[in-house]
């Protein structure tokens, strides 16, 4: 029986209202929203009364703001205009507090494995202020384990040792890397605070030429192993949501409703 409660990533549509989009993930019987902190929630274009509002409509649904993800345009590896997107991710994770949410997801990008590369030691620089930025805003920062082995994440938040910040797991985006999401569970362990619920049917992605399931030949390259994904899940005694991903593209309700008959299952 799966424990976590179901949110879904929302992603903004420029022709319909944000109460008109919560109101049908509501219907759908999803129990909380991951949302992008730009668009018309960028904080800059959110001021209290548009938050006040917020808060009203997910509250008057019965809805949680899981996690707010702060979309960048360049990794954390570089000190080119690094204050800049500093700035920009303290202002996520005091937006993600005022909606009620403790938890903001960030894409890192690529960690370089040779601890002396002075990328490794700019990007574990910057890593840890931001998460003394989220700490001192009363969020975690989820970094996103997507498309990247977990195994370098893990290590990493391990060197750091900073209680907010944490990872959130892709296992759709991992597989199209040819990365294993059961591995990266119990590689991730007690740093995972959010993770996905996605396979390879959920969104448009194109595996890398000449990938290779995890499990091996018989398996299409983005297959998730559901049960083996959720028993990992269930091995770490992992407690948050899981959020389905869908194809923003495509209408949201088809993906949420197979995603949610598959979870039944288990």
Do not use: K
């Not at 209290?48 to 590896?77: K, N, S, W």
């Not at 995890?214 to 028993?231: I, K, S, V």
């Amino acid at each position: 029986m799966i424990r976590s409660p179901i949110a879904l990533r929302l992603a903004e549509d420029p022709s319909r209202s944000l109460r008109d989009s919560f109101r049908e993930a509501a219907g759908l019987g999803v129990r909380g929203l991951v949302l992008d902190a730009a668009g018309t929630l960028a904080p800059r274009n959110l001021g209290e009364t548009a938050r006040r509002d917020v808060r009203q409509t997910l509250r008057t649904l019965d809805l949680a703001l899981t996690a707010l993800h702060l979309p960048t345009r360049r990794p954390f590896d570089t000190l080119d205009q690094l204050e800049d997107r500093l700035a920009r991710a303290d202002q996520a994770f005091e937006l993600a507090y005022s909606l009620g949410s403790r938890l903001v997801l960030l894409h890192p990008g690529p960690i370089p494995p040779d601890p002396a590369d002075p990328r490794r030691i700019w990007l574990s620089q910057a890593l840890a202020e931001l998460g003394r930025r989220a700490d001192r805003r009363g969020v975690r920062l989820a970094l996103e384990a997507s498309g990247h082995p977990a195994q370098p994440l893990a290590e990493l938040l391990d060197s750091l040792a900073i209680p907010a910040l944490a990872a959130s797991l892709d296992p759709a985006a991992l597989l199209a890397q040819g990365a294993d999401p059961t591995s990266s569970v119990v590689a991730l362990g007690r740093h995972l605070a959010h993770a996905y619920a996605t396979d390879g049917a959920a969104r448009s992605f194109s595996p890398s030429a000449g990938l290779r399931h995890p499990a091996g030949f018989g398996f299409h390259p983005t297959t998730l192993d559901w049960e083996n994904y959720l028993g990992a899940l269930e091995e770490i005694d992992y407690r948050g949501f899981l959020t389905i991903w869908p194809d923003p593209s495509q209408p949201i309700a088809p993906e949420v409703r197979r995603v949610l008959n598959l979870l039944q299952q288990f």
